[in-house]
DNA sequence: CACACAAACGGAGTCCGATTCACCTTATGG
DNA sequence: CCATAAGGTGAATCGGACTCCGTTTGTGTG
């Protein structure tokens, strides 16, 4: 599928272009309209196009990179901390990502809480760093068993989807129960 | 605001029909058309517009209903139950509640996440119930105290979010951790 | 009962996005 | 340098929600 002859020059450079500019103009506006990423970029509509079968497509690859990154922090967090703090500094750790714009609040949510197939990527990616994360806590005993990365995910899309006025300390808050409840019952008390 | 002088009584008559219809067209289908709904009201999408501001007013009242039902529990559910045992036993009804049809999870998912002006009422009350109930569970000993009905509302939207296959089974799970989270400290041990 | 008229209705038309497509432009392999 | 297929363009189309105004109708009044 993805295998066809390498992109001409021109085409790589324009769908770039467009990533970094969806990104900039989503920052800005969570529902930036296609006209304005084109333009942002230096290309007309017909172009966004021909590099993303939608507006939605071009909406996940932007935050498919950002996911990305986040997903790599688990495995470096263990090497630092014990499995508990990791876990609670990961899921904190999501709450400021979620800041960083609706737009990737709402892209994580969709991540989180559907099976859009937009974001099967990143939600095997994002629920493989959780596992990672639990399984390493249920290992020390001070995490319950039974909980997949999956589930937690899912749980954290609330958080994500969270677009009220105070709701960041809201989500600080969601995060002290869902990390208790995931202690709840672990092998070792807390 | 809404104190002039009482409807026509076809008015009254069609903005009945009207909920009827949208409650019907949104539980086969979340995102039914304005003209569709109208269509099953008998009524044009003038009329549709005359009683309600925009379609998702329209939506956002047919919810209000269903959820001014679901904070009646609450109080019932305590004069059976121990407190932890009526907040439990909520939760899981909200589950049930998501279940009928995407689009109910979604307007409690709007109720719950977002500060929509639309759903002010339906979200005081919704929270009010959960403060009664935490209220109750505190009181008893039963539950943390420093968690508002608001935040533990905002914690749900993540279960009324979800839309993915075995999203009923993860639901469960997330009630369980949210249940666990919150008893999490309390003055007795469960 | 007939009339007056404000309230309510109908539905074609507007607006505003995303998406398409027929036709140009331009890398690039030979 | 050419041929040509990949790539680009943007006016046109499509699909929704929403508006507007001429027409119809319920209802209070004489």
């Known amino acids: 599928m993805s295998s066809s002859r390498p992109l001409r020059a021109d085409a790589r450079r324009n769908r770039e272009a467009l990533l970094v500019a969806a990104r900039e103009a989503l920052l800005a506006d969570e529902d930036a ?6 333009r942002r ?10 590099h993303f079968e939608t507006r939605e497509a071009l909406v996940a ?18 090497t630092r901390h014990a499995p508990d703090e990791a876990l609670r500094t ?8 979620a800041a960083v714009g609706r737009g990737m609040g709402e892209a994580l949510e969709s991540i989180m809480a559907t099976d859009s197939p937009v ?3 990143a939600r095997d990616e994002m629920a493989r760093a959780l596992d990672e994360l639990l399984a390493a806590g249920v290992a020390a005993g001070l995490v319950r068993g039974g909980m997949s990365g999956r589930v937690v995910l899912r749980a954290l899309g609330g958080i994500c989807g969270l677009r009220a006025k105070g709701w960041k300390d809201d989500a600080l808050r969601i995060v002290t129960i869902l990390y208790d409840g995931l202690r709840y019952g672990a092998a070792k008390r807390g």
Chains 1, 2 share one sequence.
């Open 119 to 121: 974001f099967d990527d």
């Open 61 to 78: 690859e932007v935050y498919r990179q950002e996911v990305a990154e986040l997903c790599a922090t688990p495995a470096r967090l263990l």
């Open 33 to 38: 309209h296609v006209e304005e990423i084109a």
């Open 90 to 97: 990961f899921l904190l750790l999501l709450v400021e990502h």
């Open 41 to 50: 970029a230096g290309v007309a509509v017909g172009t966004l196009y021909r």
